[in-house]
């Protein structure tokens, strides 16, 4: 299990929430609430908000983006992850990743199942890194937004967890850009 070091300090991440939905707007987005308010709780800043309609080409616009943005160490994106003709997340940003992080949605389903049990196989939750940015994409409920940031993200993207972090790696995500393609 997890623990947290507390002789080391807190580090702020940049993190940027894109709520997927064809429906709602700020007024009533409450999983993007529910996760801004988590990360802010926790002590990280919220970037960037934005709501974009399920739309392959408009979620990419964004991501794309954020992913450029050099302020923006996170996004965490909420909608779009179900198996309805309108779900299209998993599918535009999939393409952005360099690298999968398949443990994030082992992870995020063992959580889920045991919270809703096999309906949690109706969620295709998803992670990766691409340009030294990490991307998180959960369902689109409060619920499960809270499941993915209370489980999984608040701890591991805090550099006093141990025995491992995603904070502590991001000096290297970038590694395979700065040395060039191996020959």
């Not at 302020?71 to 965490?76: F, L, P, S, Y």
Request: aromatic share 6%; glycine share 8%; charged share 25%.
């Amino acid at each position: 299990m997890s623990s947290t070091d507390d002789t080391k300090a807190f580090v702020p991440l940049n993190i940027a929430v894109l709520t997927v939905s064809d429906t709602r707007v700020l007024a009533d987005d409450k999983s993007g609430t529910t996760l801004a308010d988590r990360l802010t709780a926790a002590g990280h800043h919220l970037a960037a908000r934005d709501i974009v309609t399920d739309d392959v080409e408009a979620i990419r616009v964004i991501v794309r983006k954020w992913i450029a943005d050099p302020g923006i160490d996170a996004i965490i994106t909420t909608g779009g992850t179900g198996f309805t003709g309108r779900d299209v997340t998993p599918e535009a940003i999939e393409p952005l990743f360099e690298k999968r992080m398949d443990g994030f949605s082992i992870a995020f389903h063992m959580l889920s199942h045991a919270k809703i049990g096999t309906s949690t196989i109706q969620s295709r939750a998803t992670a990766g890194t691409a340009r030294a940015t990490f991307i998180f994409c959960l369902p689109g409920s409060p619920g499960a937004c809270r499941d993915g940031w209370d489980g999984i993200l608040a701890a591991q993207l805090d550099y006093r967890t141990k025995p491992c972090n995603f904070v502590e790696i991001m000096p290297r995500l970038d590694e395979h850009l700065r040395r060039g393609k191996a020959k």
